[in-house]
């Protein structure tokens, strides 16, 4: 066995063994790959599993490095694992599913055990330095989105805007910034903005994410920037989980995510929703928010002050189990799984009988948008809804 194998097996061994020894699985059942696939091997049981036979000498990462691409990164397993949702009471461990995940695609990317798709991907990001989630997607073309709102650049206060949203989908920042000037807040962009690197160090590829991360920060040092807004909630979890590991003590950036910021706004009234939105809508709690984060008030608050909908809600702990799929890689490596992961999402919001699904994440818009067209049903993302019935959108 590789030196670097046995590394990772001793790190990970009591990981794997508080998981492989409980027997209950019920991480099974929350797990959005299992719910449409039913395959063992890509179970969180099973990548615990690996750890323990890669411990005693059975496999090395070269022979399940492909089984590890079958994961969203949603986190739904760590929270049905008793292991922590009986923390400080009976095992006193806490499952790391996600993060095991990640080391191991680190690991296997380390020996030269790529994922074909995952590979072009991160060798088009490092050239683009930014996602080629279109074609258009490059340096020069990043503040694009941005054109005739005559936004400033620096500043103590920088809106960062993820690359799906800056090429794809840009009505969402636009509607952002719109909102923000109407509320009289006062934010600029970055000098020269790259990918956050987060869907890099999620495909394995570190070295090239701490590179990508290094630039941003030193481009925020440059321009006096304090506080970072983040629309999205994978830039949330890259700017408040991976920069903080990688700089450490010397990383002082206060992160603040647009959903909360603008439910506060709402509530002090310097934005108050008035043009009713005539639409029956259901929400969808993006994975990194509700089940990573935490965060699952602040878009049903602001849901509520929109005139006109009609809300019907789900259970948030329901929720643990919904996911677009659009998380982890998946989408690049493997499309068609992440096609059955929306399709089974826009299922669930077809039985209430709405016509809208709701989210607060771009990357889960475009793969729930193509499920949705199969059922009528539209997905908007919260921040045009909400701009809609300000008068502020784009």
């Not at 903005?193 to 090239?208: I, K, L, N, T, V």
Request: with cysteine; charged share 30%; proline share 5%.
């Amino acid at each position: 066995m590789p030196d670097a194998d046995k590394r990772f097996a001793e790190e990970w061994r009591d990981a794997a063994y508080n998981c492989f020894s409980s027997g209950h699985k019920f991480c099974r059942e929350v797990c959005p790959v299992m719910q449409v696939t039913r395959n063992e091997s890509w179970s969180p049981t099973a990548f615990h599993a690996n750890v323990v036979a890669m411990e005693k000498g059975e496999l090395e990462i070269s022979d399940v490095a492909a089984d590890y691409v079958n994961c969203t990164g949603c986190g739904a397993c760590e929270l049905r694992c008793p292991n922590s949702l009986f923390t400080g009471d009976f095992y006193r461990f806490r499952t790391r599913t996600v993060d095991l995940v990640k080391a191991a695609r680190a690991l296997a990317v380390s020996q030269d055990v790529h994922q074909d798709a995952w590979r072009r991907w991160n060798a088009e990001t490092d050239e683009r330095s930014h996602e080629p989630v279109t074609e258009a997607a490059g340096q020069e073309r990043v503040r694009d989105w941005a054109e005739g709102l005559e936004l400033a650049i620096g500043g103590e206060t920088i809106l960062f805007v993820d690359c799906e949203a800056a090429f794809h989908r840009t009505s969402v920042p636009r509607a952002v910034a719109r909102m923000l000037n109407l509320a009289g807040y006062k934010f600029g962009l970055m000098n020269e903005q790259w990918c956050c690197g987060g869907p890099a160090a999620e495909m394995g590829y570190e070295e090239q994410a701490r590179r990508f991360a290094r630039h941003n920060l030193d481009d925020w040092r440059a321009s006096g920037v304090r506080r970072v807004l983040v629309l999205d909630p994978h830039d949330y979890i890259t700017f408040t989980e991976d920069y903080p590991k990688y700089f450490g003590d010397d990383y002082d950036i206060e992160i603040v995510l647009v959903v909360e910021l603008l439910a506060e706004l709402v509530r002090e009234g310097r934005l108050t929703p008035h043009i009713p939105v005539e639409r029956s809508v259901t929400y969808h709690d993006p994975c990194r928010l509700n089940k990573r984060k935490g965060v699952w008030r602040e878009p049903r608050e602001l849901l509520r002050a929109i005139p006109g909908l009609t809300f019907t809600d789900v259970d948030r702990v329901t929720q643990w189990s919904y996911c677009s799929g659009g998380g982890g890689g998946l989408p690049i490596e493997k499309p068609e799984l992440t096609a059955r992961i929306s399709a089974s999402r826009i299922d669930k919001a077809a039985e209430l009988g709405v016509d809208t699904l709701v989210s607060a994440c771009p990357w889960s818009e475009r793969p729930l948008s193509e499920a949705g067209r199969a059922r009528s049903i539209d997905v908007v993302d919260l921040f045009e809804l909400l701009a809609t019935s300000l008068g502020v959108a784009p």
